[in-house]
T-cell receptor
Framework: AAGVIQSPRHLIKEKRETATLKCYPI?????VYWYQQGPGQDPQFLIS???????DKGSIPDRFSAQQFSDYHSELNMSSLELGDSALYFC???????????FGPGTRLTVT | GNSVTQMEGPVTLSEEAFLTINCTYT??????LFWYVQYPGEGLQLLLK?????DKGSNKGFEATYRKETTSFHLEKGSVQVSDSAVYFC?????????FGQGTRLTINP
């Protein structure tokens, strides 16, 4: 069965650079969620989209923005990167807002 | 707000031992409860879930029962294997987002 696809899987950036993470949900899923997992930490919710509209917002820094496109894929844009942004970023999708979430493999971002 | 508290790790057991990882939660309303597993270098995999009180989720020999009266969702397995070594996260879902516990690292020795 098709799963959530995230790209890239690994990304290395320098401080103050920008990064764009992409998420392709399971076909027919209309809701996307982004989570950030720091080293040795539990995943923290960043933001979610339902039918291309922001549906919930968590602890997402102002330097980050995200959107969901007409084909339901989502992009997380991160600017002015800081060392503390180094983390595993997960995307999850669900069939409806609040439905069971299926996680992608994650993008490991390293900021040097 | 919603929160999840997990038994602190790490937990180290011998193969075939009985496993319990405690999880308690605080939530408004009636959340769904989940256990996720994360193997080294990999993403989050849903292990089991329960959507209402007294439901029992089970998968791969693991079980957890949604106990509303004690606000708990403890994970159990009767006989663990080396391949069960991973980090286990308890989580709840209210309206939308998942709220995770801090994770418990489990190591099973042969």
């Amino acid at each position: 069965a098709a799963g959530v696809i995230q790209s890239p899987r690994h990304l290395i950036k320098e401080k103050r650079e920008t990064a764009t993470l992409k998420c392709y949900p399971i076909p027919r899923h209309d809701t996307v969620y982004w989570y950030q997992q720091g080293p040795g930490q539990d995943p923290q919710f960043l933001i979610s989209f339902y039918e291309k509209m922001q549906s919930d917002k968590g602890s997402i820094p102002d330097r980050f923005s995200a959107q969901q496109f007409s084909d339901y894929h989502s992009e997380l844009n991160m600017s002015s990167l800081e060392l503390g942004d180094s983390a595993l970023y997960f995307c999850a999708s669900s069939l409806r807002s609040g439905g069971e979430q299926y996680f992608g493999p994650g993008t490991r971002l390293t900021v040097t | 707000g919603n929160s999840v508290t997990q038994m602190e790790g790490p937990v180290t057991l011998s193969e075939e031992a009985f496993l319990t990882i405690n999880c308690t939660y605080t939530a408004t309303g009636y959340p769904s409860l989940f256990w996720y597993v994360q193997y080294p270098g990999e993403g989050l995999q849903l292990l089991l879930k329960a959507t209402k009180a007294d439901d029992k989720g089970s998968n791969k020999g693991f079980e957890a029962t949604y106990r509303k009266e004690t606000t708990s969702f403890h994970l159990e397995k009767g006989s663990v294997q080396v391949s069960d070594s991973a980090v286990y996260f308890c989580a709840l879902q209210g309206a939308q987002k998942l709220v995770f516990g801090q994770g418990t690292r489990l190591t099973i020795n042969p």
